[in-house]
Structures are given as structure tokens and as C-alpha cells.
């Protein structure tokens, strides 16, 4: 019993509780942030689920695996098209609205918009065009791989400016609005027209025909994002005359490529893509199925560390390394409290959730495991080391720290898939995850005296 003047434990519960997630305290505002990207995150990746396990059932192993390669390749497309300038554009965004130089910020989301629209339709109209000459060399893994990867040249320029306008979305920290087109408008509009063409044209539903089905999802998130991103643009910035500091912005793109470059090597994108060169299709169909099965834990962890990067920036630009310590902390326990769950289910219920793709998928389930063990490193220390680096002004290191960690990932899956097949891809993720994780960590406590992971 407590007294009329005093208060209970639920009372005083409650207001600790209001006052952490008050939008004047870091936690809080990392918590609310990641609160509303890990509802959207979460809903895209039931759907983008629903959709793979219809597709796999819908295309069969070895077709399903020549569309899942394909994408692989577009991964890397539009890694080298988009020239890094989202990531570059959280940073700079961020900085330039914490300072109020509308005049930078403008002439930024003018010239990066411009580079990656060039860049990505020259990469298309290249592959497209090397397709065409040397039909022959792709037809060995599939015959509808040369197919795919022909429509997957129309879907680079779409997914890179997607990706860029996202990014911008997140530096002016409208973090759900960033989300919401690429993580879930995006595979649902893509099911939509998955079942639109099974009910309507089963015949013609292959590997090409449903790449084309990414296209239309692709196409409507970018249009929703890009007004997203017109309506949220400060009135400041349509007034003011565009600066062009492309010395600075190349200076920082350059080493944010190569990281970006190294960490392609160890995604799971990567893998199947090795998978697909080493081994065959059906493999790649395994091997693809446990790395989908991983997504909710790459998307709970990257919630969190999607809020923090502007944030990051921000505090860093304010030169508060007092608050940005306290930024870590509260990202490490997030994404600690989102990532450990989540592994034990994947872990646990790995048979079960792989047989939804088909019987024969439960082959996958070592894969499934030494891969959820990767992304929990990644998750919980490994991304967020990352984003302190290149979001704070050293990405040259950041981009030889990675660099080195992937291609020690290359090369020890080059050794390790033909002994041990796709497992072996798998642990050489998981080692270099390791690696790169500690030399991260040890390289942002003895450089900027922040401790990482901090409890």
C-alpha cells in the first residue's frame, strides 16, 4: 500500500519508461526510431517471405535458383552503379541540416541523383548489351539465366535511384518513410503480380517473367518514395542556390565504395553468387532459402543501426563524444534485445521453417545455422562499428579494415565450398564476420576512445 501522496512501483514504471523514451534522451529517440523501422521492416519481411516460398514452390529448385543467381548479379550491379552515394548521403544530409547549409545540401541531391542515373542505365545498357553478344556463355547454369539477368539490366537503374532517395529520406530522419517503399510496397506489389501471372498466365511464369515482377514492385516504390522525398526536402533548400563540393563528397564516396565493395563480399548476396560458380543450381536454391530465413534478424539488428547513422553524424558534425558514447550504448542493448531472439528461433525452428519452401530445402538447415551466426556478430557489433567509422570521418580505414576481412571471406570460401560445399561458404561468412567485427571494434576504442560493444 502506498500513501495518497505517494506514488506506486506501476506509477514510478511508467514514468521511467516515458521519461527513457523522451524525445530529448538519445535512448529514446534510438527506441522510437527503431520502434517504427522494425514494424515496417518486420511487415516487408513477412511479405518479401510469402512471396519467395510462393516463388520457390511456383518455379521449382533449379529455376528458382537461376532467378535467386540473377539477382545476385543485380546485387552487385547496383553496388557499383549507385557508387556508394546513399550511404554517402546519410552522412552529408544529416550533416548539412544539423548546420543549415541549405546550399550544399541542394547542390547535393542534385549531383548525386544525376551520377547515379547515368551511372546505373550505363551499367544496364553494358550488361544488356554483353547479353546480346555472347548469349551462349550464360545458358550453361540455366536456360532462363541469360533471360533474367537481360531484364535484371532494366530493374539496375530503378533499384539505384530507389536506394539513393531512401537514403536521403533517412539523413532528413524520416526513418518509416525511408523504409516503407523499398521493405514492404515493394515485395508486396511484386507478390501482387507473382499471383496476378500464376492465376491468370501459369504457363508463362519463369525465371525472366518474374524479375519483370520486381521491375513493377521496383517502379511504385520509387515513385511513392521520391514524392516522399520532395514533400520532406526543407522549404530552405528549394530557396537556395545549389553549391557543387564534389571534392569533399568523392573524397568521402571513394573509401564508402570499397567498404561497400567488401561488404558485398561477405553479404549473403556474395555467397550465392560463389554458390552458383562452384557448385549448381539447386544449391544455390538451398543456400538462397537459409539466407532469406535470416533476413528478420538482419532487419531487426539494421533497424536499430538505421536510426542510429544519421544520428551519429549529426552528434559527431556537433563534436559530442560524451552523447555519441551514449548513442552506442543504447544502440548495442536494441539490437542486442532484437538480434538474440530472433537467432534462437531461427536456430531452433530451422527444419520446420525451411520446409515451408519444400521438403528438400531442409537440406539447408547447417547453412541456416552458421549464417544466423554471422548476422548475430554483425548485428549486435559488427554494423554499428562500421557506420562509427564511415559515418565520422574515417572511412579510408574503415575501407581497409573491411577491404582486408573480405578478402580473407573470398578466399577462404574459394578453398572451403568444394570441400565442404555450400556449408563452407557459409563458415568463411562467419569467420570473416568475426574478424571483421573485433578489428573494427578494437580500431574504434583505440582511435576514438569509444568502447564498443558497451552494456
Given at each position: ?65 537461376a ?11 547496383v ?35 544525376n ?33 533474367s ?70 517502379s ?17 533548400v528549394?530557396a ?81 563524444i ?26 531452433v ?25 554471422a ?66 571494434s ?11 560493444p558497451?552494456?
Amino acid at each position: 500500500m502506498t500513501s495518497s501522496g505517494g506514488s506506486s512501483p506501476v506509477t514510478d514504471a511508467i514514468s521511467m519508461i516515458r521519461s527513457r523514451l523522451s524525445r530529448e534522451r538519445t535512448g529514446g529517440r534510438v527506441a522510437r526510431g527503431a520502434l517504427s523501422s522494425i514494424l515496417v521492416n518486420g511487415a516487408g519481411a513477412a511479405v518479401s517471405f510469402a512471396v519467395q516460398v510462393s516463388l520457390a514452390r511456383l518455379l521449382g529448385e533449379e529455376t528458382y535458383g537461376a532467378y535467386a543467381l540473377a539477382i545476385g548479379w543485380l546485387t552487385v550491379g547496383v553496388m557499383a552503379s549507385k557508387l556508394e552515394l546513399d550511404t554517402t548521403a546519410v552522412r552529408f544530409v544529416g550533416g548539412y541540416v544539423a548546420t543549415g547549409r541549405w546550399n550544399l545540401l541542394r547542390g547535393f541531391l542534385r549531383g548525386s541523383r544525376n551520377t547515379v542515373l547515368l551511372s546505373s542505365v550505363a551499367f544496364g545498357l553494358t550488361g544488356a548489351a554483353l547479353l546480346r553478344a555472347f548469349p551462349d556463355a550464360f545458358q550453361d547454369k540455366h536456360p532462363a539465366f541469360a533471360g533474367s539477368l537481360l531484364v535484371c539490366c532494366a530493374l539496375l537503374p530503378v533499384v539505384a535511384l530507389l536506394m539513393l532517395e531512401g537514403s536521403i529520406l533517412q539523413g532528413f530522419q524520416q526513418y518509416a518513410k525511408a523504409q516503407l517503399p523499398l521493405n514492404l510496397l515493394r515485395p508486396f506489389a511484386f507478390g501482387l503480380t507473382i499471383a496476378a501471372v500464376a492465376v491468370f498466365a501459369p504457363r508463362s511464369l519463369s525465371a525472366p517473367v518474374a524479375v519483370a515482377s520486381n521491375l513493377v514492385g521496383a517502379s511504385l516504390a520509387l515513385g511513392l518514395t521520391w514524392a516522399w522525398r520532395r514533400r520532406e526536402t526543407p522549404p530552405e533548400v528549394r530557396a537556395a542556390a545549389p553549391v557543387y563540393d564534389v571534392r569533399v563528397w568523392a573524397r568521402t564516396a571513394y573509401p564508402l565504395f570499397a567498404v561497400s565493395l567488401a561488404q558485398l563480399v561477405i553479404s549473403h548476396q556474395s555467397d550465392v553468387i560463389v554458390v552458383g560458380q562452384l557448385l549448381d543450381t539447386r544449391q544455390v536454391a538451398y543456400y538462397s532459402a537459409a539466407s532469406q530465413l535470416t533476413v528478420p534478424l538482419v532487419l531487426a539488428a539494421s533497424s536499430v543501426t538505421f536510426v542510429a547513422q544519421p544520428m551519429i553524424a549529426d552528434i559527431y558534425a556537433r563534436g559530442d563524444i560524451v552523447r555519441l558514447q551514449s548513442l552506442i550504448r543504447a544502440v548495442t542493448w536494441a539490437s542486442f534485445g532484437v538480434a538474440v531472439p530472433a537467432a534462437l528461433v531461427l536456430i531452433v525452428g530451422g527444419p520446420w521453417l525451411l520446409r515451408i519452401y519444400g521438403e528438400s530445402y531442409v537440406a539447408g538447415h547447417s547453412v541456416l545455422v552458421v549464417l544466423t551466426l554471422a548476422q548475430l556478430v554483425v548485428g549486435v557489433v559488427g554494423a554499428l562499428a562500421g557506420f562509427l567509422l564511415t559515418m565520422t570521418a574515417h572511412e579510408r580505414e574503415a575501407a581497409w579494415i573491411i577491404g582486408l576481412s573480405a578478402v580473407f571471406n573470398i578466399v577462404l570460401a574459394l578453398i572451403l565450398t568444394p570441400r565442404m560445399g555450400a556449408v563452407g561458404t557459409a563458415l568463411a561468412t562467419l569467420v570473416a564476420s568475426v574478424v571483421r567485427a573485433a578489428s573494427l571494434s578494437v580500431y574504434v576504442r583505440r582511435t576514438m576512445g569509444l568502447r564498443l560493444p558497451a552494456f
